[in-house]
């Protein structure tokens, strides 16, 4: 534990139709929560290109005009885990949904902010303790 130090996390919360898309996450820190896509920061990748890339490789949709809303500090006690999480919301472009990663994800489905699933994932209780995230969508 002495020499860990906390990873960069990548969440981003897509928009179509006024509603925000979460997945199940499974087989991972957090299973049984529901999380936007993303995940970890590459060396030497941007935190739009991490946005775009991990949003592909775990929806298989397309993202447009990515902005950065705010960044959270995540402790999983439970995992012994420790993320600084970036989060930025971005527009659905084009694709069609799908579970392109099903180890990591049971099912996609979009929300409404007043309807949001329970549990929420850690980072995404951090998140929502921040800022009201329907201001986002004006």
């Known amino acids: 534990m002495e020499n860990q130090?906390?990873?960069v996390g990548v969440c981003v919360l897509i928009v179509k139709n006024s509603k925000f898309l979460m997945g199940k996450r499974k087989g991972s820190h957090g299973e049984g929560?529901?999380?936007?896509?993303g995940g970890h920061l590459e060396f030497g990748e941007s935190i739009e290109d991490c946005a775009r890339r991990e949003v592909m490789e775990e929806t298989g949709l397309k993202i447009k005009n990515i902005r950065k809303v705010t960044f959270t500090n995540d402790i999983l006690l439970k995992?012994?885990?420790h993320y600084?999480?970036?989060t930025v919301i971005a527009e659905y472009d084009s694709g069609e949904?799908?579970?392109?990663e099903p180890h990591k994800c049971e099912r996609w489905e979009w929300f409404s902010v007043s309807d949001f699933p329970e549990p929420m994932f850690i980072?995404?209780?951090?998140?929502l303790k921040e800022i009201d995230i329907a201001?986002?969508?004006?």
């Open 97 to 100: 949904l799908a579970i392109k």
């Open 5 to 7: 130090r906390p990873k």
């Open 79 to 81: 995992e012994n885990k």
């Open 135 to 138: 201001t986002l969508l004006n």
């Open 84 to 86: 600084v999480t970036c």
């Open 33 to 37: 929560t529901w999380a936007p896509p």
């Open 123 to 127: 980072p995404v209780q951090n998140l």
